[in-house]
Nanobody, 125 residues
Framework: VQLQASGGGLVQAGDSLKPSCAAS????????MGWARQAPGKERELVAA????????YYPDSVKGRFTISRDNGKNTVYLQMNSLKPEDTAVYYC???????????????????WGRGTQVTVSS
């Protein structure tokens, strides 16, 4: 499976962005999906996860209330609505698929694979 994230950009603090991630080569409708980010010199951090049907989501405290993950299984695509962006949100954002189908999403980046190419998000103060 190949994952391609897009929709990042350069915005000001307080603005919004909605990157998307399209999967190809295999349907991901039976897998949890996750978004993670990695800033220079830092470890990759999981910022959102969604169950395969979309009924369960997870966010760490750093983004809770500001980020919303969603998916369209018909389009094999997952989205990340990011509101009230802060300079500390600056990073490359990646999406990944769960390793095992039909199970609850994991809460760690190690629970996901096929991260693919990310999209840069830069938030200026």
């Amino acid at each position: 499976v190949q994952l391609q994230a897009s929709g990042g950009g350069l915005v000001q603090a307080g603005d919004s962005l909605k990157p998307s991630c399209a999967a190809s080569g295999r349907t991901v409708s039976s897998y949890a999906m996750g978004w993670a980010r990695q800033a220079p010199g830092k470890e990759r951090e999981l910022v959102a996860a969604i169950s395969w049907r979309g009924g369960w989501t997870y966010y760490p405290d750093s983004v809770k209330g500001r980020f919303t993950i969603s998916r369209d299984n018909g389009k094999n695509t997952v989205y990340l609505q990011m509101n009230s962006l802060k300079p500390e949100d600056t990073a490359v954002y990646y999406c990944g698929t769960g390793r095992v189908p039909l199970i609850r999403p994991g809460l760690n980046t190690h629970d996901y694979e096929y991260w693919g190419r990310g999209t840069q998000v830069t938030v200026s103060s």
